[in-house]
């Protein structure tokens, strides 16, 4: 019995071993999570270490480094991978996106918004309209903005243009090339999918192609919504920033709204996810017209 106990104390020890080496220390993860917060906003919580830590070892792997730890000590502790930074935030954030995601927003842009805007243009003699999708991710949020405008720009003959920004650079690129799974293209309206979507020629992929006319209406760029100011035009008609102020402190979701609604024009609209309109609600320049849809009163800043 004690010569065969020994071979399994030795397993168990070296599984443990190998364990603690695929596992981030308590330190490390708190320099991780304040260095995401600090630089994008995006809260790390103790709950959030498991699917850091599994979306890290594939950087680790690739970049042949030791172990979670000396990966995260060499970027943040000793600047030794240049240029790691931004995989490192592409890698923590969240890109969960999807076409038509909550849809009555769409059905306010059409029946509330447009009209209202279209009759200020008619007013300025303008029939152009700016778009921002200030959270774009994979750009399945812009190109339904798209969609939605295109199916309404036929009736009404006005211009648009839309610009999505994302911190993700990876996210970005798929935005741009702007293919996607079929049934990610599930929710969209099939009349719009036959206008807007093209399939692939090889059915065994399963993919599809937002069509060339809507992509040179759309516009990527890299944006950090943490920066202090923004490159962005300010005379902005609708913003879109849904569903990424949920992962921000409360004093950075209202920097953040703040900063938003200096790219808005008077009269201006600034949508956000169903959970965030106490974040718009507490801006003294906008007015609250619908569940997390805000106006821009005309003469305030």
């Keep these: 019995m004690v010569l065969s106990a020994a071979p399994e104390r030795k397993l168990t020890e070296a599984t443990s071993s190998a364990i603690r080496l695929d596992a981030m220390s308590d330190r490390h993860f708190r320099d991780l999570a304040a260095y995401i917060e600090r630089e994008v906003g995006i809260r790390l919580p103790p709950t959030k270490r498991t699917m850091v830590e599994g979306r890290l ?57 447009m009209p209202h805007l279209l009759d200020g243009a008619r007013r300025r003699n303008e029939r152009v309209f700016k778009f921002w999708s200030a959270a774009a991710s994979i750009g399945a949020e812009a190109y339904t903005l798209a969609m939605v405008l295109a199916d309404l720009s036929a009736a009404e003959h006005f211009g648009f243009r839309i610009l999505g920004t994302d911190i993700c650079s990876t996210a970005l690129a798929q935005a741009q090339a702007a293919i996607y799974p079929e049934d990610m293209l599930a929710p969209t309206p099939k009349a719009m999918r036959e206008r807007y979507v093209m399939s692939s020629r090889n059915s065994a992929r399963r993919e599809v192609r937002i069509v060339p006319e809507l992509r040179r209406l759309v516009r990527f760029q890299r944006l950090n919504l943490m920066d202090a100011t923004y490159p962005i035009d300010e005379d902005i008609d609708v913003i879109f920033c849904r569903n990424v102020l949920i992962y921000f402190s409360s004093p950075t979701q209202q920097a953040v709204v703040a900063n938003l609604c200096r790219h808005l024009r008077p009269g201006g609209f600034l949508f956000l996810g169903h959970s965030e309109s ?24």
């Design 278 to 301: 106490m974040a718009g609600g507490k801006q003294a320049s906008m007015r609250q017209i619908a569940s997390t849809v805000f106006r821009k009163e005309v003469g305030r800043t």
């Design 57 to 113: 070892r594939r950087r680790v792997k690739a970049l042949g480094v030791a172990n979670l730890d000396e990966y995260v000590a060499l970027v943040l502790d000793r600047d030794e991978l240049g240029g790691e930074n931004m995989h490192l935030i592409d890698c923590v954030t969240t890109n969960k996106t999807d076409f038509f995601r909550e849809p009555e927003h769409f059905e306010i842009l059409t029946r509330v918004v």
